[in-house]
């Protein structure tokens, strides 16, 4: 009877180092091939519209001195971690929750161009309150090759994820958008490196 006892206690502690293994290796840090920046939740005295905007940002000196051109994962900037969260029944369909804010990724509103007209892109924003059932909180991640690049398209509008170009008002960071039509470019590539080198495929 004892060591019945002390095997289910033994198979339990095993079982729970999966479970905090498993979520220890959905932390992912997102990397833009064109630009070689990682995609971030913005501090809300940074955002646009009262809502927290994603961007990219460079990875600076220090992560350029160690890494090179190579992309490796950094919790640095918890902001830049995001944690992936499996939809249930999708294959290779996430949310993305935001490590720092504990916030929610999603494709919102059109980017306006003029006083009356939306341009083809959708802002992304992050958000506390996650509708499972939402689909404009739902990213799926197409791999491209065996690097770790992946294209990354919301489920809700079918549109994928890019960096846009900098522009007047953004000297250092970029517009993290979604684009309405195919994917063309390197600025539509990702790079995704998780924590214990984890394959979100798996």
């Known amino acids: 009877m004892l060591k019945f006892k002390f095997l289910v206690i033994l198979f339990s ?11 220890q290796e959905l932390n992912c840090v997102i990397f833009n091939e064109k630009y070689h920046e990682y995609m971030y939740a913005a501090n809300f005295l940074f955002s646009k519209y009262f809502k927290r905007a994603v961007y990219t940002f460079p ?13 490796d994962f950094t919790d640095d900037d918890r902001k830049g971690v995001w944690i992936l969260e499996p939809v249930s029944g999708r294959k290779n369909v996430f949310y993305l929750k935001n490590l720092r804010y504990e916030e929610y990724m999603y494709s919102g509103e059109r980017v306006s161009k003029f006083i009356f007209f939306d ?7 992050t958000e506390k ?16 090759d ?3 690049s992946y294209l990354i398209f919301n489920v809700g509008y079918n549109e994928p994820l890019f960096a846009n170009f900098k ?20 600025q539509f590539r990702w790079n995704v490196k998780c924590k214990n080198d984890a ?3 798996k």
């Not at 502690?13 to 979520?23: H, M």
């Not at 990875?59 to 992309?71: A, E, P």
């Not at 341009?119 to 924003?125: G, K, T, W």
């Open 199 to 201: 394959e979100i495929n």
């Open 13 to 23: 502690f095993l079982d729970l180092r999966c479970v905090v293994s498993r979520n």
């Open 167 to 186: 522009n007047s008002r953004e000297e250092i960071r970029r517009d993290v958008l979604t684009w309405y039509k195919e994917p063309n470019g390197l």
């Open 129 to 144: 309150n996650l509708s499972p059932s939402d689909e404009k909180f739902m990213w799926k991640f197409e791999q491209l």
């Open 59 to 71: 990875l600076g000196i220090f992560y350029s001195i160690k890494n090179g051109k190579n992309f």
């Open 119 to 125: 341009s083809n892109m959708r802002f992304v924003n």
């Open 146 to 148: 065996s690097r770790g």
